[in-house]
């Protein structure tokens, strides 16, 4: 099948483009408002886009409440989401009014970052401690302004439990990262394999 993404005519029940870029590592998103109020919110459109420096991105589909603490403060933290912690995750998903402490929702402890002034999950497996470099609106290829901004932000800090700590790595074996897939579908990595790159003929 083919279909052209300006009508949408899939004829598919549900659109298929977020199974088709799948999995997709959960940026669960922890800032702090000016006010003082404590923020947490899943993003599937999320990933590192740079290791030197270390950026990650994370893209709202409108302005939500995360968007505006991380533009009004330039900060964030990122949240390891993991299959021991994936309930709580959901529950930090709901919509609820600006204020409200998904941590507390959540049963979650917030722990402050040592670098910026943005809570961590304090039972999360690692945790990285981000200054937003820059926030782009979207635009489509007419040039014409989205409603998804895309933040992104260089990593100051990391945080990692020893528990999941072996043979001198952060082993995801271990850590049981949930990704996202489409839909309302979600999967634990497991199990991991090693591939070596080939070396050059």
Not at 97 to 106: A, I
Not at 110 to 133: F, I, K, S
Request: aromatic residues 10%; glycine residues 10%.
């Amino acid at each position: 099948m083919f279909y052209d993404t300006t009508s949408n005519a899939h004829g598919l029940a549900h659109d298929p483009f977020k199974a088709i870029v799948a999995p997709r590592p959960i940026g669960w998103i922890g800032t702090k408002g000016r006010d003082g109020a404590f923020n947490l919110s899943p993003y599937s459109f999320f990933n590192a886009v740079s290791d030197r420096p270390k950026i990650v991105m994370f893209s709202s589909s409108g302005r939500k409440d995360t968007l505006r603490n991380a533009t009004e403060t330039g900060v964030f933290t990122v949240n390891y989401v993991s299959a021991n912690l994936v309930g709580a995750a959901n529950a930090s998903s709901a919509a609820v009014p600006y204020g409200t402490d998904e941590f507390s929702l959540s049963g979650l402890t917030p722990v402050m970052g040592q670098l910026v002034d943005a809570p961590l999950v304090g039972e999360a497996y690692a945790g990285l401690e981000c200054r937003v470099t820059e926030i782009h609106t979207l635009r489509t290829v007419d040039g014409t302004l989205s409603d998804s901004h895309a933040v992104f932000g260089q990593v100051v800090g990391i945080h990692i439990d020893e528990k999941v700590i072996r043979g001198g790595r952060f082993d995801v074996a271990l850590a049981r990262p949930v990704t996202r897939l489409g839909y309302m579908d979600y999967a634990e990595v497991q199990p991991v394999f090693e591939l070596l790159r080939p070396k050059a003929p």
